[in-house]
């Protein structure tokens, strides 16, 4: 392997004045910066990564923690994180924690041993204030600056760059019910679920200014399953049971499209008999082509903002707290009143 101590040998300088040409430094004259590098791009020298992390203390890696990547939400943003990283130079270090705790802090105490320069983390659903707070002591003691993506928690003290679910789903309830739909089934997740919640409660601060109210038996829990296959699952279970309400409101683009699916199988016509609507509004060909009534996540910007503010080089002590809003997208899977 070609050496730094190597070119300096061949171009008859020292080993400073290769380090200063090859990092654009001043030192040497431009003349001699132009032949250096030259020289070490004939020599086939490639810098060693690990040694000039020891010596500035950056590695050029930022670790990411995600629940699932299989899941398309978090794939989606983990290819904008990975293109906005590449731009500022930095490399992403995955780790999937599949759903566990244990393995959560198994994959950020590694990550903080393998010195990178920050922690990226998109919380579980179920994750709590107190696990993060205890789990990120280390991060803090050792200095490494992490942003919470996605998710916040009140009382820790971190950078996070967030979008309103809550005010999204307020937003698309009440585009429901300018158009007059009153009969609502609504499909979510536990109530322990961050994001079931906190779209569940803009769902209900739209009902309760028209004087509405969800009845329970309307609320449909698709437990831990946010998936395609769980909204089709759910709508032939209840299709053989109950009659149809006006709209399906699901907690995301997957399930409503499950839901589509089975509706369409029973002959059922959408929006003709039935509305449907989504969340995420994830740039994914199905969804296109679906043309699926929905509320668009700004994951791009949440990346482009993630990065940006780990590139600044933020200290724990100084925070950036970004809130983003999510954009009404309809579609052709609601039936509208056209004096709306």
């Known amino acids: 392997m070609i050496t730094i101590k190597d070119v300096a040998r061949k171009a008859g300088v020292s080993i400073a004045a290769v380090s200063y040409a090859l990092n654009d430094k ?22 060693n990564s690990l040694a000039q992390g020891l010596l500035s ?24 994180l990975n293109l906005y990283a590449h731009q500022s130079s930095y490399f992403l270090l995955l780790g999937s924690t599949s759903g566990s705790v244990e393995e959560e802090k198994k994959v950020i105490d590694s990550f903080i041993g393998r010195n990178v320069d920050a922690l990226i983390i998109v919380p579980h659903n179920y994750c709590s204030e107190d696990f993060y707070r205890d789990v990120l ?20 003290k971190s950078s996070y760059v967030v979008a309103d679910f809550e005010e999204g789903q307020y937003e698309i309830t009440s585009y429901l019910l300018r158009n007059g739909y009153r ?38 829990d698709c437990g831990l399953n946010y998936t395609f296959s769980e909204g089709y699952r759910i709508i032939k279970e209840y299709t053989s049971k109950r009659t149809l ?20 199988e029973q002959g059922i016509r959408v929006p003709e008999d039935v509305s449907v609507t989504g969340f995420d509004g994830l740039d994914v060909e199905i969804l296109q082509s679906a043309s699926l009534t929905t509320v668009r996540v700004p994951l791009e910007d949440m990346a482009r903002l993630c990065i940006e503010i780990l590139d600044a080089g933020p200290e724990q002590n100084i925070q950036r707290q970004i809130v983003l809003q999510p954009e009404l997208v309809p579609g052709s899977t609601v039936k509208v009143n056209s004096g709306v």
């Open 57 to 80: 203390k950056k590695t050029h890696v930022i670790g990411l923690i995600v629940p699932d990547i299989a899941n398309a939400y978090t794939s989606a943003f983990l290819k904008y």
């Open 137 to 156: 002591a280390k991060a803090s003691r050792k200095h490494v600056p992490y942003i919470f993506a996605n998710m916040s928690f009140p009382g820790i």
């Open 26 to 47: 001043a030192g040497v004259n431009e003349d001699t910066k132009r032949r250096i590098k030259k020289l070490a791009e004939e020599m086939g020298y490639v810098p």
């Open 183 to 220: 009969n609502f089934a609504y499909i979510g997740g536990s109530e322990e679920h961050y994001y079931s919640k906190v779209k569940y409660q803009g769902f209900q601060r739209a009902l309760n200014e028209y004087g509405l109210q969800l009845p329970e038996e309307s609320y449909l």
């Open 245 to 264: 309400p006006e709209v399906f409101t699901a907690v995301n683009d997957l399930i409503a499209l499950g839901i589509i699916k089975g509706l369409s």
